[in-house]
């Protein structure tokens, strides 16, 4: 069974930082890209991060760029978001995707 389970979010004050976790399981991860998304009520879900099968090409929104770092292990199975310089309207589910595979999603909550 293909399954993605988020891990890592949080409150948060402004300014500081979270790192999301992401293990797959159920298929081959090593030849998957991975994407991470969010969504908050306000909003439609949009794409944050791309990671490729390699981790060598990697893309950013721009409303994170500079900020977030997506990265991930082959070995361990494991794509990760590094968030930092967290702002209020960071606020917001996140979800870790590859293809049509969606995982729970993981609160992140950014407040003073």
């Known amino acids: 069974q293909v399954r993605l389970v988020e891990s890592g979010g949080g409150l948060v004050r402004p300014g500081g930082s979270l790192k999301l976790s992401c293990a797959a399981s159920?298929?081959?991860?090593?030849?998957?890209?991975m994407n991470w998304y969010r969504q908050n009520p306000e909003k439609e879900r949009e794409w944050v991060a791309s990671?490729?099968?390699?981790?060598?090409?990697?893309k950013y929104a721009d409303l994170v760029k500079g900020r977030f770092t997506i990265s991930r292990d082959n070995f361990k199975k494991i794509v990760s978001l590094q968030m930092n310089d967290l702002k209020p309207e960071d606020t917001a589910v996140y979800y870790c995707n590859t293809r049509d595979t969606w995982g729970q999603g993981t609160q992140v909550t950014v407040s003073s």
């Open positions: 990671i490729d099968s390699t981790g060598r090409i990697i």
């Open positions: 159920g298929f081959i991860f090593s030849v998957f890209n």
